[in-house]
């Protein structure tokens, strides 16, 4: 359960005071302070963990300081949607929002491979009105002996040239803690002329040490991919991690799942549970059909995979896309085969338009629908 207390509530005050005493009474019930400073005013919200089943809200709600209560009924205490739960959620991050009603693309490399790859790119997307990208430093590859990312090396030039064509935010995986100081330092060090989104990868999903340290830093906002061989309440667990360290601007990302039952498609697509995801979690999600997918395969009617697996998830309300392009994908050092051309780009950003137009019909639809009953 969740005690939502009343706007900039002292913590040193006699009715704070009242409060705990009150609430350290109860049998068989912890609680745990959770307070946010804001510029304007302070959030504070107390979890009870315990025998929370025989609590009356009412009763909960009558106690001092306290404006409105939450009754967990779920794992994910703080990125879960419970019941009459009206928290804010989504996020603002260098200027972008992100929140279960907006939606944005983050077309770009797989893997940085050189400085001119990064450019091309970059200058294709702000032709397209696109202020997002993806580009991996730091690869997690199956063999030892495969291109492992440039890492530190690139980050100053993809972070200038990001600079250069307006990129907002850029996603960008890490694999480990060191990772983060890399990225924080060349941010620094090249006057910070974009945002990075830390990506953990479906490997990591359940790293919980990486989770730990990422979730215990507040700069920068997360994108946390679905293991791709555990189940989704596993991942979602997984993301709740990174929240209870402290750090709740994350979006969920799915990414398809390891099996054959999916072939020819490098991962099973399990796009149908964005609005599961978007029903049990307050979190943005993001679909990655690249990784999904996997090569360029194209279906009779002249759609790529990739295109039909993108509008399945963008029609189901996803919030973000994370794609694979690429100027020269016979050239790529990591996943060629299922990176999209550039002149593909506007094409591609055309058809995400209209299956997010689909989308809000469709949501206006349902809307009627209610009105109806
Ligand atoms: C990636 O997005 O570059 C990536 C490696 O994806 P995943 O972790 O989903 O395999
Ligand atoms: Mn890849």
Redesign the pocket.
Known sequence: MILILEENVDLQGEPFRALMERLQSLPNIRSRVHAEQGTERSVVEVYLIGSTTSLNIEDMKSLPCVERVVRVSEDYRILGRHKDDQRPSGFEYNGVRFGQDTLNVFAGL??VDSRESVEEMMRALKEHGQVCT?M?AY??RTSPYAFQGHGRACLSYVFELAGKYGMRVIAM?ITHESHVDEIREALRATGSPTGVML?I???NTQNFELLKIVGRQQEFPVLI?RG?GITLEESLNAAEYLASEGNSRVVF?L?GMKSNLGDPHRNFVDFALVPTVRRLTRMPVCI?PS?SVGGRFTAPDGLPDIFHATAQGVVAGANMV?VDFHPNPAKALV?GPQALLLRELPYFIEDVRLARDAYLKRVALARRLREAA
């Open positions: 797989c893997a993806r991996g690869k997690p995986e990506q990868g479906t490997r991919k791709f990302c990414r990655d990784h994370l996943d």
